[in-house]
């Protein structure tokens, strides 16, 4: 596949796999993954304007608010040609915006990829999480451990669990997602770009699913 102006919304609860499954796309075809949750985090651990506003929303398992996600994601989204957007947009006020940033900037989007999982399955997710603080990377105590406990298998740095993925703050995530992001799976459904995913099934088997449909996407664009 090529990758030029390869342009991919990943839209998915919290926990349904997005940030795992945009790392192994980035890695096969070179197709960069922006995370807002990312962005948003080294903004507070660097303590900039951004991320002194953001800091508490995040906490809270809230949205940061539409007009502070929209300008960093204008500033991020001009100078490039292919992404995988990963974690925005997270509400119709930011998916409108960006269709009007990508239709300003004449780059539509290629695809829009929805993981479908239960809750139960998020929550085991969630609560079993490891990040990498410094790339992103996630790992599973049980579904995808590292090879060392704590350890990060390739950058070789501590792993540790984020606040907001205690049992507390995902039940607020998730019902912030079902009140204000689910709506946006219909939104794309009317827009013939939406291409929904199992995300319950292994993760190399969600992968497998998402490069086929990828795949047979921009040969369709193509030909
Ligand atoms: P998101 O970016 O959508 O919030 P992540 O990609 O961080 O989700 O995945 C959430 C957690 O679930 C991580 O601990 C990850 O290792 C694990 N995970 C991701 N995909 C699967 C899968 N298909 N099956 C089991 N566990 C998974
Ligand atoms: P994530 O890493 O995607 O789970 O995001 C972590 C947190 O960052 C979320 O709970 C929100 O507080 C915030 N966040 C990330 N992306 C967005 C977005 N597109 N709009 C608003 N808030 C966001």
């Known amino acids: 596949m090529s990758q030029a102006g390869v342009r991919l919304v990943f839209l998915g609860a919290p926990g349904a796999g997005k940030g795992t499954q945009a790392k192994a796309f980035q890695e096969k075809f070179s197709v960069p993954q922006i ?3 990312d962005i948003l985090r080294t903004n507070v651990a660097k303590g900039t304007p951004l991320g002194l506003k953001a800091k508490s929303f995040m906490d809270a398992g809230d949205l940061v608010p539409d007009d502070l996600i ?6 991020e989204l ?8 990963d974690g925005f947009p997270r509400t119709v006020a930011q998916a409108e915006a960006l269709d009007a940033l990508l239709t300003r900037l004449g780059h539509p989007l290629t695809a829009v990829v929805q ?3 239960d809750r139960e399955a998020l929550i085991a997710r969630l609560t079993g999480r490891w990040t990498n603080p410094r790339t992103g990377r996630t790992y599973h105590s049980e579904f995808n451990p590292p090879r060392v406990a704590g350890i990060d298998d390739d950058a070789g740095g501590p792993i540790v669990q984020r606040k907001d993925d205690s049992r507390e703050v995902v039940a607020e995530r998730l019902a912030t997602y079902d009140e204000k992001t689910a709506p ?3 939104y794309y459904e009317g827009t013939g770009l939406l291409v929904r995913i199992d995300a319950l099934k292994p993760i190399d088997e969600v992968t497998a699913e998402i490069f086929a449909a990828i795949e047979a996407r921009t040969k369709a664009v193509r030909t």
């Open 70 to 75: 929209i300008a960093m994601m204008e500033s």
């Open 184 to 186: 946006l799976v219909a």
């Open 115 to 117: 993981f479908d999982c």
């Open 78 to 85: 001009g100078g490039r040609d292919s992404y995988i957007l």
């Open 35 to 37: 995370s807002t949750g």
